[in-house]
């Protein structure tokens, strides 16, 4: 088995001393930082995404994955001055004003953030300004929107009205989630997509951005 | 016989217990230390003021909760709650092992009778669902089922309990956005039954409010609360949670947590005001692993409600469980699978308030008709648990002697009297033969429960409101709407 399989293998178990330890290694040994990155961790972890998508592997194990790749990330990183991390882009996201829910939009962003995403979490309970604020400080590709009630939808609607009137709208796509949103929703308010869960999320906002 | 009774043990009807006494102790100490060493987050700062003065150490909003504080809050809670129903009628004490049964509140879809598509929810939804449940019998208490999303968002939960009262004598369970429409939901229930006073005496609503797992005490969650007991409005303050997500994955673990979550309830309330009528428990439900729906419908959800029913009558205080929801999507055979256990679990464990009966899709979806089909399995389950009677006359040695070996009982006096309290009588479960089944159209259960829920629907007049209540509702309604546009 090849360094890059072993390390790949390792983010599959979720060991993260097991993956240190190995990135250690191939680092000692001269490998390129950025092949570790993407031969050896990333292709650990989209094979955990394809596990998870058949059903053999379960949420927890994801998340130990995503964060024993971190772990490998973490020491590859500043040995990468100069050349820019991968990265598939920004979100900037939150649960919005009124609303506590959070277990979803947490679940998105662990997703997001394990397919190489860059995620801005503006936590619960966002006022629309908030999220304005947000979009011209971080600067995002994507703005993602996460509301359990049916009382807190509109706010979504108020956000992406918010977006249009500063003209940040259409650098920006906006996608929204939570239980009693439907695609049908999305199209009503005019956002650019809706995901019932987390894995179809990170797919959608892949696709966005293509 | 009957003079040989003594020296004699008998079971009248069947009781589940789950743990041992020293098992509960072992949770409720668990849930004790938690309070004292980890604390809870009170966001709300009157609550807050409380804690601080009886003892509690507090830091910012994090508060400790001294274990021999929530003792003596249990011992001022009361151990029994008497509901009352819309007409006065004291109805439904929760007290000991009594069981009742409603559904749950705020479904955002609902499976259209007519289309047979999914929709979203509507007042409409919340009045139909209400009137469905006056008439069915095994449904005790009220609660929304469906999410009014027609109306305006700020005062939506106005609008619900409107919906409900009208259309149900029943007493109601309801949910409610913040402090100031508790208020408001109060005063329109007070309309209801000829002002406060009546109201307070015979209490017939309920608040359910919830705390933030884990260990989260919201100002709007306390703030509802501590506006009903101003009124003795009994609150039911349980939280709802996703094992492996906001509280541990083992079942002790989220019994633990959820335990010391309703104690830190019972400590607020005890403090605000002496005897306040607290209910605990909660929606003890795992996260799917797979998919990360909410498992409703999974065994963990029924076998940690029997821990926590067998922990409130260790604690003497009244709960509030689920039963009766689902993962299906539909009312399919997995429903009938998922409802069935769930609810028999309930009633042989003897849990006061068992909610979200007819929930379907994990807690997003309402179906009518299966409100009307979990009617009969509640009526299975109560008569499962009324159990089996032993007496002289039920042994039936007599009987036996009188038909003699090769005899047949289908004529006898004895088969005659007791048939209909011995042999259980679905409503809307089929037993036909095969080609009676043909003759009656090869109708399935849920076919005849769509034609009840038709029925119900252009017959059923539930207990009228008295003059003026209607009228008076929709000012409160109104008026709220101005406050908050304001
Ligand atoms: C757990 C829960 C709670 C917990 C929340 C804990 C927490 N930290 O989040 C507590 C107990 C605090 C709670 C409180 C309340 N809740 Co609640 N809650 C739920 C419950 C059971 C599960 C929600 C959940 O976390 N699911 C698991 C996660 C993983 O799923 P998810 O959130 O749907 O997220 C997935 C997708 O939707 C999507 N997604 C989510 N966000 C986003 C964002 C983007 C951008 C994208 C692309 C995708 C996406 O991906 C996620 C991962 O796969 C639901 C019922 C249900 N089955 O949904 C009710 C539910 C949402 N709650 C409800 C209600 C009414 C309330 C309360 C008002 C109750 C009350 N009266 O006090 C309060 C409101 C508090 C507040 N102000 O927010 C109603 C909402 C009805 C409505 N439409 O308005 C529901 C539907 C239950 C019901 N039928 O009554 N609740």
Not at chain 2, 189 to 204: F, H, M, Q, T
Not at chain 2, 446 to 461: G, S, W
């Amino acid at each position: 088995m090849s360094k890059y399989q072993e390390l790949a293998n390792a983010v599959i178990k979720g060991d993260t001393q097991q993956v240190k330890q190995i990135t250690q290694q191939m680092l000692d040994a001269g490998e390129q930082p950025l092949a570790i990155i993407n031969e050896g961790l990333i292709q650990g972890l989209n094979e955990v995404g394809i596990r998870f998508k058949e059903g053999e592997m379960f949420v927890p194990e994801m998340m130990m994955a995503a964060q024993a790749m971190k772990g490998g990330v973490e020491l590859v990183k500043p040995l990468m001055a100069g050349t820019d991390m991968p990265t598939a882009g920004t979100v900037v996201i939150g649960t919005v004003k009124g609303d506590l829910h959070d277990i979803g939009k947490n679940l998105v962003i662990m997703m997001m953030e394990s397919s190489g995403f860059n995620v801005v979490d503006l936590g619960v309970d966002v006022p629309v300004d908030k999220f304005i604020q947000a979009v011209k400080d971080h600067k995002p590709q994507v703005v993602g929107m996460s509301a359990l009630l049916t009382t807190t939808m509109p706010v979504m609607k108020e956000v992406i009205n918010a977006l249009d009137k500063e003209n940040l709208r259409s650098a920006v796509k906006v996608v929204i989630g939570g239980a009693p949103v439907s695609k049908e929703y999305a199209d009503e308010i005019g956002a650019d997509g809706y995901a019932g869960d987390a894995v179809v999320a990170t797919e959608m906002c892949k696709q966005l951005l293509n | 016989m009957e003079k040989f009774l003594s020296n004699y043990d008998e079971q009248v009807t069947p009781r589940l217990k789950w743990v041992t006494e020293t098992q509960l102790e072992q949770i409720h100490y668990a849930s004790l230390e938690v309070l004292e060493r980890t604390g809870i987050k009170v966001q709300h700062p009157q609550a807050l003021a409380l804690l601080k003065d009886a003892g509690c150490m507090v830091k910012d909003d994090l508060a400790r909760i001294p274990g021999w504080l929530v003792e003596e809050c249990l011992r001022l809670a009361p151990k029994r709650v008497a509901v009352a129903n819309r007409l006065g009628e004291r109805v439904m004490p929760l007290e000991k092992n009594r069981v009742y049964y409603g559904t749950g509140s705020d479904l955002p879809f609902t499976i259209d009778i007519e289309t047979k598509e999914r929709r979203t929810s509507s007042k409409r939804d919340v009045v139909e669902a209400a009137k469905v449940m006056d008439f069915l019998p095994n449904y005790d208490f009220i609660m929304s089922y469906a999410i009014a999303s027609d109306t305006n968002p700020a005062v939506s939960d106005l609008h619900q309990f409107e919906a409900m009262t009208a259309n149900t004598g029943k007493p109601v369970i309801f949910t409610a956005h913040n402090a100031e429409n508790t208020e408001a939901l109060i005063e329109m229930a007070a309309a209801c039954v000829g002002g406060e006073d009546n109201l307070r005496k015979n209490p017939y609503i309920i608040l359910y409010s919830e705390p933030i797992s884990p260990l989260v005490h919201t100002l709007d969650g306390v703030g509802k609360m501590f506006k009903c007991f101003e009124y003795d409005v009994p609150v039911v303050y349980t939280p709802g949670v996703l094992a492996g997500a906001t509280t541990p994955v083992t079942k002790a673990g989220c019994i633990t947590l959820m335990n010391a979550e309703a104690l830190a309830g019972v400590v607020m309330a005890q403090l605000f005001k002496k005897g306040s009528p607290i209910v605990i428990g909660g929606g003890a439900t795992p996260m799917d692993m797979r998919t990360t729906t909410t498992l409703y419908g999974a065994p963990e959800t029924s076998m940690n409600y029997a821990v926590m029913t067998q922990l409130a009558q260790f604690y003497g205080l009244p709960n509030f469980t689920e039963a009766g929801c689902v993962n299906a999507p539909v009312p399919d055979v997995q429903a009938g699978v998922e409802a069935a256990m769930s609810i028999l679990m309930t009633q042989l464990e003897g849990c006061n308030l068992v909610h979200d009966v007819g929930y379907l899709e994990g807690g997003k979806t309402g179906y009518l008709p299966f409100l009307v089909i979990c009617d009969d399995i509640i009526d299975m389950a109560r008569y499962t648990g009324r159990g089996t009677n032993t007496s002289p006359e039920h042994l039936a040695v007599d009987c036996i002697d009188q038909v003699g070996p090769g005899g047949n009982y289908m004529g006898h006096e004895h088969t005659f009297k007791h048939f209909r309290q011995e042999i259980w009588n679905p409503r809307y479960f089929i037993r036909y033969h095969w080609e009676q089944w043909e003759a009656k159209d090869k109708k399935l259960p849920i076919d005849l429960a769509l034609e009840k829920v038709k029925d119900i629907l252009e017959k059923h007049q539930p207990a009228a409101l008295p003059n003026g209540a209607a009228e008076e509702m929709q000012a409160i309604i109104k008026r709220r709407e101005t406050e908050c546009a304001g």
